[in-house]
C-alpha cells in the first residue's frame, strides 16, 4: 500500500508539471511555432491554411517579432503565388508602419519595389521602384539583403530601357559581393543588359558566367535559353539557317487542322485553336481548359496562365470570365469579333477585333477603358518592356506601340532587305527581338524600339523535310524555339 501511495504522487506531480511546462512558453514561441506551421503549409501548397495560421499570429501576438515575418510571408504570397499586388503592398506597409526596426523590414522595402516593376513598364514608376530599392540600403547598410536590393535596382533601370545604369550597377555587386547568392541573377540581368546594348557576344559571356555550381536549377536553365537565343541570331553564319528542323512527333500533336492561333505558356505547356477549339500539345493538359463556346484566340494573363479568346470573352480557368464590353462606345458594344488579345504587366488587356474600333483597352476586372490605339490589327504581342506589335495584314506592317498606345516605330511592307508577302503573326523572345511570321519565312528584327533593323530571315529550301509554304500561326518557347502550323501538311512543325 505505501509503494502505491508514492506511485500515485509521482503521477500526480509528473501531471502537473504538464502545464507548468505550457506555460513556460513565451508568447514569442507560440507565435514562432505558429509562424512556422504557417510556413510548412505554405511549402506544401496549403495556402489557405497557411494565410490562416499567419492571420492568426499577427492577431494573437501583434507584439512579436514573428507578426512582422507573418506578414512578410503573406506579402509574398500576394505578389508571387496569388497574384495580387495591391495585397502584397499593404502587407510591406503594415511591417513598414508597426516593425520598422523587425528584421523584416529590410524585405518589406524589397517587396514594395517588386510590387512596383511587378505591374508597371513606365519610366517614372520603374525610377520610383529604384528609389525605393536604394532607401532599404540606405536605412539598413548591413542586412543580408543588401545585395539582392542592388540587384533588383539594376533590374527596374534596365526595364526602365536604360541598360547603361543598369550595367554599371550589376557590376558594382559582382565586384562587391563575388559570392553572394544572387550572382548568377545579375550575370543574367547583365547578359540582358549587354544584348539590349548591341554587344550580344558579350552577352553571352555573361550568361554563361550564371550557368556556375552556384546557380539554382531555374537560373542555369534560364541563362542557357537566352544562350540559345543569341547563339541563333548572332553566332551563326549568315549563310547558315538559323533555325534547324526537328522532324519529331513527340509531345507535339500528330493532326493540326485549320490552325488560327499557337501559344506557349511559360511554363512550357503548348496550346493551338483551330476552328473546331482549343487543344493541348499534350492531351493531359486537357483539364486545364475552360468551359468555350466559339474561340476565336488564345493568350496569356499576367501570370502566365492560358486565357482563351472566346466569343467576345476572356475565359481562364478557375477564374471569373472577362466579357468585353465597350462600354465607352455608344450604344456600349460587345466586341464578338476578337481575334487577339496581350496582357500588360498590370493587369490591362490591350485586345483587337474584326471591326473598326482600333485596339482597345479593359481593366483587370473587364472595364472598358478606351481605345489603346485607332488602329487595326490582326494579331497582337508584347515583350518584357510593355510594347506591343500589332500587325496590319491590309498594309503588311508592323506597328510598335509602348505601354500607354502611342507609335513608336513602323516596319512597313518593305526594307532594304526585306518585304512582307503575306505576314500572318508576330511574336517576341526573350530579349525582345520582334519575330514576324509570313507564310513561307520568319524575319527577325533588333530590340532597338526606335529602328528596329532585320537580323535574320528564315525559311526552308524547297527540297527540305520541313519546307513551311502555307502558315497560319506561331509561337516561340522561351529558348526561341518556332512552333509553326503549317496548313500545307496541317501539322506543328518545331524549328530550333
Known sequence: MKTRNIGIRVATVFVALVPLASQSRTPEDLARAQLENGRGLLGRGNYEQALHEFRAVTAQYPETGSAADAHLEMGRYYLVVADDPEAASKEADEILAKYARSNAAPPAYLLKGQVIVSRTRRRIDLENAVATFDRMVTLYPRAASVPLARYLAAEALRLARDPGQALKRYREIVTSWPHDAVIPKVHIGTGMALAQSDDPLGAMQELQFARSEEASDDDASLALARLSILHRLFVKPAEVSAFTYTPRENGLPSRAQDVTNVIITPRGTGYFASKSGVFPFDA???????????????????????????????????????????????????????????????????????????????????????TFAPRRAARLAVNEFDEVAALDRDLKSVTILDESGRAAALIGARGPDFEFKNPVDVAYDGFGHLYVLDHASVFVFSTNRAMPRLLRTFSEAETSAGVFRRASAFALDRAGRLFIADERVDKIRLYQ
Not at 496569356?300 to 472577362?322: E, M, W
Not at 464590353?325 to 483587337?352: F, H, S, Y
Open 284 to 370: 493531359a493538359a486537357a483539364a486545364g481548359l475552360p468551359a468555350l463556346t466559339r474561340t476565336r484566340g488564345l493568350a496569356v494573363d499576367r501570370a502566365g496562365q492560358l486565357t482563351v479568346i472566346d466569343n467576345g470573352i476572356l475565359k481562364r480557368k478557375n477564374a471569373a470570365p472577362l466579357t468585353l464590353m465597350m462600354t465607352r462606345a455608344m450604344p456600349p458594344k460587345l466586341l464578338e469579333q476578337t481575334i487577339a488579345a496581350v496582357c500588360l504587366r498590370n493587369g490591362d488587356w490591350i485586345v483587337t477585333a474584326n471591326d473598326d474600333y482600333g485596339i482597345q483597352r479593359f481593366a483587370p476586372n473587364g472595364s472598358h477603358l478606351g
